[in-house]
């Protein structure tokens, strides 16, 4: 295996569980988007392919590396991310700390705890969000809510696939403190229910994730670009309902992911909630006294 195409898994944007470049986003700035987004994708299966070993996946993965690089011939998805960036002058930084966090798949399969985990998330889901904000020139101050939101995103793909990670790549992000002060091992994943123990974990896990949610929710009102601002507002409304289901439902045994009716009612009300905040803020800065005195 020594070529980009041996690692492919055919999965693409439209096969992830939040919209990627939707049509809410501009569109002259979509193809950078999905530039980043074919980087990752190859990355991704790289690290997560069942058969390569370590060192076939490492060389890989420095491969998209050089491409990034702008090492011609390296990488296609390496090379082209690489022209999409040089030709907006922007920094292929976010795209070398998801690197960080593909590596970190291929060498660790374990997390011992929370912050642990979200160091992992640090790199592993930060930086997609960052650079989103970046094209579309948003403030860097933004980020502390962005990184929030993209941790949530993560934990709920972990949880849903807890048990697919482990049966396939014995990958486990479940922190392993939470099996342990349940007396639990790992193994426990490979049951075809969860037992309570692990339930209760599951739930655990996604409640913090609900938190991380909270401290998001800000985000999408903040974000400058309106239609961005739509997007993160639709991303926010289906990992809310995503978190809250694995707060009450055994991803071993229940479907978690959301039907496309039900993607699309919740995606229109987190859209419609963007716009309501949105339409108030402009309400309150264009007629300052709108809130004052009566008299």
């Keep these: 295996m020594t070529e ?16 990627v470049a939707s049509r809410l986003v501009r569109a002259e700035l979509r193809p950078a988007i999905l530039a980043f987004y074919r980087f990752a994708r190859a990355a991704d299966d790289v690290a997560d392919h069942e058969a390569a070993d370590v060192a076939q996946k490492l060389a890989q993965l420095d491969r998209l590396e050089a491409g990034l690089r702008g090492e011609p011939g390296a990488s296609p998805e390496g090379n082209a991310l ?26 660790q399969r374990r997390y011992a705890d929370w912050a642990e985990l979200m160091d992992y998330c ?9 650079f989103v904000l970046d094209l579309h020139g948003e403030q860097p101050a933004l980020w502390p ?18 048990a697919k990670d482990y049966r396939t790549l014995d990958r486990v992000y479940i922190p392993l403190d939470a099996f342990a002060a349940r007396g639990m ?13 692990l339930r209760d974990a599951i739930s655990t896990l996604a409640q913090r994730t609900l938190e991380l ?21 639709v991303i926010q409304a ?29 995606a229109l009300r987190g859209a419609l909630g963007v716009t309501v905040k949105r339409f108030g803020r402009i ?13």
Excluded: W
Aim: hydrophobic letters at 40%.
């Design 4 to 19: 980009t195409t041996d690692f492919t898994s055919g999965k693409g944007h439209r096969d992830e569980n939040f919209p």
């Design 82 to 107: 690489h022209a999409s960036l040089q030709a907006r002058g922007l920094t292929d930084r976010h795209a070398l700390d998801l690197l960080v966090a593909f590596r970190r798949d291929v060498t």
């Design 122 to 130: 640090r790199y592993s889901a930060a930086p997609v969000g960052r």
């Design 145 to 162: 809510l962005n990184d929030s939101l993209c941790a949530a995103l993560q934990v709920i793909n972990h949880l849903q696939d807890c």
């Design 185 to 197: 091992t790992v193994a426990s994943l490979s049951d075809r229910q969860a037992a309570p123990p």
């Design 213 to 233: 949610l909270h401290q998001s929710r800000p985000f999408a009102e903040r974000i400058a670009d309106r239609r961005l601002a739509l997007e993160v507002g």
């Design 238 to 266: 289906l990992a809310e309902n995503l978190a809250l289901r694995l707060t009450r439902r055994d991803p071993l045994s229940q479907r978690v992911h959301h039907h496309a009716v039900e993607a699309l009612a919740l």
């Design 283 to 295: 309400l309150r800065t264009t007629q300052p006294g709108l809130h004052g005195s009566s008299r």
